[in-house]
């Protein structure tokens, strides 16, 4: 069965970190891109960082320096660390594959119509 499934998120106090882990089944995942979005109550999603096929990784700007996307291909996980969390992380996290070919500016990795597979998402909330 083809599917993405997160896991890892939960409860975290402000400045805290956590880990989330991204699982990928019935997929050539290595082939892919990743991404991880997240979207807020009330608000639209938006991207967060993405990791391409050779590792090469764009982070949003809430997202720089503090959060680390990495892959697994042997395993078939892509990983998303987070530290010194805010409130305003507070959202449900997605993972989700992109099939990429040929090189592709940033902006392209950042746009979630690029993104074919899904998962069902995990939330995070952070306590301030």
């Known amino acids: 069965q083809v599917q993405m499934v997160e896991s890892g998120g939960g409860l975290v106090q402000a400045g805290g970190s956590l880990t989330l882990s991204c699982a990928a089944f019935g997929v050539a995942f290595s082939t892919y891109a990743m991404g991880w979005f997240r979207q807020a109550p009330g608000k639209e999603r938006e991207f967060v960082a993405a990791i391409t096929r050779s590792g090469g990784t764009d982070y949003a700007d809430s997202a720089k320096g503090r959060f680390t996307i990495s892959r697994d291909n042997a395993k078939n996980f892509v990983y998303l660390q987070m530290s010194s969390l805010k409130s305003e992380a507070k959202a449900v996290y997605y993972c989700?594959?992109?099939?990429?070919?040929?090189?592709?500016?940033?902006?392209?990795?950042?746009?979630?119509?690029?993104?074919?597979?899904w998962g069902q998402g995990t939330q995070v909330s952070v306590s301030s």
């Open positions: 989700a594959a992109a099939a990429v070919y040929g090189w592709k500016n940033r902006y392209y990795y950042r746009d979630d119509h690029h993104y074919f597979l």
